[in-house]
T-cell receptor
Framework: AAGVIQSPRHLIKEKRETATLKCYPIPRHDTVYWYQQGPGQDPQFLISFYEKMQSDKGSIPDRFSAQQFSDYHSELNMSSLELGDSALYFC????????????FGPGTRLLVL | DAKTTQPTSMDCAEGRAANLPCNHSTISGNEYVYWYRQIHSQGPQYIIHGLKNNETNEMASLIITEDRKSSTLILPHATLRDTAVYYCIVRVASNLNSGYALNFGKGTSLLVTP
């Protein structure tokens, strides 16, 4: 079965640079969630989208923004990167019409130097 | 969402059943119990969820007490590949009007040994 796709899988950036992470949900899923997992920490919710509209907001810094496009893929844009942004970033997708179980992608590992 | 309490770590011998407990004494009537696991640095993997009845799928069984204040995830025949952090999450089911993010707590680190 098709799974959530995230790209890139690894990313290295310098402080103050920008980064864009992409998420391609499972086909026919209408909702995308973004989570951040710092070293040794548990995943923390950042933001979610339903039918291309922002649905909910968690602990997402103002330097980050995200959107969901017409084909339901989502992008997380991160600006003025800080060392503390180094983390795993997971995207999960779900369908509110069916069960709404979230399925996670493999994640993007971001390293800020 | 209701808070959950899980043991920090557990060991299990390969081939034995792994029983992972979770307390959620403040759970509301419309909140489900979800279990996910995360194998080192991989994306969290959905295991099973339930409302009040016991549930079973190809991965595990979920036993929910009658008062719904606690539950147990059972991996019937643990293998080395089941070594992971297991998260018990209580959450209201989403609907067309609202979606709900997962609130990951500390989880239980399960080590399956040969």
């Amino acid at each position: 079965a098709a799974g959530v796709i995230q790209s890139p899988r690894h990313l290295i950036k310098e402080k103050r640079e920008t980064a864009t992470l992409k998420c391609y949900p499972i086909p026919r899923h209408d909702t995308v969630y973004w989570y951040q997992q710092g070293p040794g920490q548990d995943p923390q919710f950042l933001i979610s989208f339903y039918e291309k509209m922002q649905s909910d907001k968690g602990s997402i810094p103002d330097r980050f923004s995200a959107q969901q496009f017409s084909d339901y893929h989502s992008e997380l844009n991160m600006s003025s990167l800080e060392l503390g942004d180094s983390a795993l970033y997971f995207c999960a997708s779900s369908s509110r019409r069916v069960a709404e179980t979230q399925y996670f992608g493999p994640g993007t590992r971001l390293l800020v130097l | 969402d209701a808070k959950t309490t899980q043991p920090t770590s557990m060991d299990c011998a390969e081939g034995r059943a792994a029983n992972l407990p979770c307390n959620h004494s403040t759970i509301s009537g419309n909140e489900y119990v979800y279990w996910y696991r995360q194998i080192h640095s991989q994306g969290p993997q959905y295991i099973i969820h339930g409302l009040k009845n016991n549930e079973t799928n190809e991965m595990a069984s979920l036993i929910i007490t009658e008062d719904r204040k606690s539950s147990t995830l059972i991996l019937p025949h643990a293998t080395l590949r089941d070594t992971a952090v297991y998260y018990c999450i209580v959450r209201v089911a989403s609907n067309l009007n609202s979606g709900y993010a997962l609130n990951f707590g500390k989880g239980t680190s399960l080590l399956v040994t040969p």
